[in-house]
């Protein structure tokens, strides 16, 4: 009988909240040296996927929560023919809630969140990468736990739901916290809908000296950018009392053991107040301390409280799916969305054998974007070459082109910038 | 590699993606990074769209007519019925990517429901209840138990729908009881089709069917 899965606890709000303008599906690409191969594509994605056992499921509806159900049938790789984190028609993909596409040089994997956070994207795309390589005859010498080999056993830790794993009772009560309106960017939708993506490449170790220099680390350099570049177009001459709020995933695996390759990340408000005139350096101090005494293993854990509370009362768990999602929906819209501008995730410097990295140009990392929060930025670094992509749903492109320009000429370095034109004459 | 002075930033692009300013004539003749995209007409949303406004036409219409020319006897009913169910068999059945378990369900609810407007129409004489209805709730029960035993892998995606079926298997007796239908033998034989077709799932599928309801009722 096939293995089935109860969904983890972050997943679960995916499957509620996913619309059209709200696809839930992200990407993670890497850009080869060399023209990818899709026979050869095919046949390391048919041998890796079942090393996956948490990704290759499909979606079954339950009375009360929905559950995965492990896949049988063939996933086939795809040319890349619609924009980044196009939806996910589960119907027209197999059953399947990812994809695994290619176009020239590039080999890209968009998943539904609801399977995994970024980590267990980037893995899976890093086996498959690795047998791809290994089937077309290169030698690859891996040394360590640098990946996932595709002839290995899944752990039972792998396919664990760390959340439950570390939750620990606590009599607060979170529906009472109060949830702080964040400043929205305000656009008019592409139409036909879609998402437009820009990447920016920049050397990553010359970047980690400036924002040395400037006393911050790379995710706070980039994410006080972001924030001066949205006061920069937004507000910068209007009298304005907002708050900017950048959400920034973390990766909850730094703080809490866990080798799951399910969800397990939490997310963290930067909010900075404007008042008036603010300078880069007063965002950067504040993204600083905030960042650092929110990323703190107490704050993590109250977060993971209130995931995993918030689900597990009896009041929430006897509520059939059919009124609890439109409930999920409404606070995700009404709460969730309403406090952040822009969504920011960092995935660093992606950890791949010294051997592979010369197949290899740069990672790429797409975030959908969603109805109030239009525009979003994900960052991944391999060979020193650090893309920063932002992807957005809306027109205007201001605040991207207020950041990447400030970018280069803040630090002085060349960057880098392509897009897929979406929206655009060409 | 082309450079925007605007942006201060190097493109591989005629024209600036960040400030849209034409920066060059031509690019490097390079590899192509993304598709050209093309606008996916959506074909089956404007059939659908179609079928709609001809049936609420057609309706409305005759509807209009029987008032104005005779409006005792309501010969449009059957207009209308006809329409509603042209356009559920046309989005649901047809052009819909519905569960095929989901479309016959439909399907037997929108007969149903047809047919009984059509006899209330021409003077109620019971057809309906007493045996079309059940005619057709068998058919839609055997129809989904062909299914099942065709698609052995996958029956349990039909069990949700199975279930369903067995409930509405037990309306013709419902409407015996209450006096709406007549004929007791259609009504009891329904019933007892759905029964069987229950029991027959329970015995040759214990395990399996437990097995589901664990995982559709998890809390």
């Known amino acids: 009988m096939s293995k089935w899965y109860k969904i983890d606890n972050v997943g679960k709000v995916f499957h509620a909240v996913t619309e059209a303008s709200n696809s839930s599906v992200y990407r993670v690409s890497v850009l080869m040296k060399d023209m990818v191969d899709e026979e050869g594509l095919q046949e390391a994605l048919d041998s890796v996927i079942k090393r996956f056992p948490t990704l290759a499921v499909k979606v079954r509806k339950g009375v009360f929560w929905d559950f995965m159900e492990s896949n049988e049938e063939k996933l086939s790789v795809q040319k890349e023919t619609t924009y980044p984190c196009h939806p996910i028609n589960p119907k027209e993909n197999n059953g399947y809630l990812f994809k695994v596409l290619y176009f020239n040089k590039r080999i890209a994997v968009e998943i539904f969140h609801s399977l995994t956070d970024g980590t267990g994207a980037v893995e899976f795309l890093k086996t498959l990468i690795y047998q791809y390589l290994t089937l077309r005859g290169e030698e690859i010498a891996v040394d360590g736990d640098a990946l996932l080999f595709s002839d290995q056993v899944p752990s039972k830790y792998e396919t664990e739901d760390s959340f439950e794993k570390y939750y620990q009772k606590s009599n607060r009560n979170y529906l009472q916290d109060k949830v702080q309106r964040a400043f929205q960017i305000k656009g008019t939708p592409f139409d036909p809908k879609g998402v437009n993506v820009i990447h920016g490449v920049i050397s990553a170790s010359a970047l980690n000296n400036v924002a040395k220099r400037m006393g911050v680390s790379i995710t706070e350099f980039i994410t006080a950018l972001v924030i001066y570049a949205i006061y920069s177009e937004t507000m910068k001459y209007g009298i304005y009392k907002e708050n900017i709020s950048i959400a920034i995933p973390v990766n909850l695996r730094q703080r809490f053991p866990s080798v799951t390759l399910r969800n397990f990340f939490s997310v963290v408000n930067v909010r900075v107040d404007i008042n008036g005139d603010i300078t880069l350096e007063e965002i950067m101090k504040a993204v600083s301390e905030q960042l650092k005494s929110k990323t703190d293993k107490q704050h993590l854990q109250d977060e993971i409280n209130r995931h995993v509370q918030l689900q597990k009362s009896l009041k929430t768990r006897i509520v059939p799916l059919s009124l609890k999602y439109p409930a999920m929906r409404y606070g995700f819209t009404h709460y969730g969305e309403m406090a952040k501008t822009l969504t920011l995730t960092n995935l660093g410097n992606i950890n791949l054998p010294d051997s592979m990295k010369g197949y290899i140009e740069r990672m790429e990392v797409a975030l959908y974007p969603t109805k109030n929060s239009p525009i979003s930025c994900g960052v991944a670094t391999v060979n020193d070459q650090m893309t920063i992509t932002f992807a957005r749903s809306i027109v205007e492109s201001e605040v991207i082109k207020s950041f990447f320009s400030q970018l280069s000429r803040l630090t002085g370095l060349n960057v880098e910038v392509y897009s897929n034109n979406w929206g655009e004459t060409r | ?219």
């Open chain 2, 1 to 219: 590699m082309n450079y925007c002075n605007h942006c201060a930033v190097s493109i591989n692009h005629v024209t600036c993606p960040l400030c849209h300013r034409k920066v060059a004539e031509s690019i490097d003749n390079e590899v192509k990074l993304y598709p050209d995209y093309m606008t996916m007409k959506k074909r089956r949303t404007f059939i659908a769209k179609v079928v709609a406004f001809l049936s609420i036409t057609m309706a409305s219409t005759c509807f209009v007519i029987n008032l104005l020319v005779n409006a005792d006897y309501l010969w449009s009913l059957y207009v209308v019925g006809g329409a509603v169910y042209l356009w559920v068999t046309m989005n649901h059945t047809l052009l819909s990517s519905a569960h095929t378990g989901a479309k016959i369900i439909l399907q037997v609810i929108s007969l149903s429901s047809v047919l009984v407007i059509m006899d209330f129409t021409s003077g109620f004489q019971r057809w309906s209840v007493n045996f079309a209805i059940p005619l057709i709730i068998i058919m839609a029960t055997l129809l989904t138990t062909i299914i099942i035993l065709k698609k052995r892998v996958h029956w349990r995606d039909y069990m949700g729908y199975t279930f369903v079926m067995f409930v509405i298997g037990f309306i013709p007796i419902g409407l015996y009881i209450s006096g709406i239908a007549t004929v007791l033998w259609t009504c009891v034989g329904t019933s007892l089709y759905a029964l069987l077709t229950l029991i027959g799932m329970l015995l040759f599928s214990y395990k399996t069917i437990k097995e589901e309801f664990i995982r559709r009722f998890h809390v």
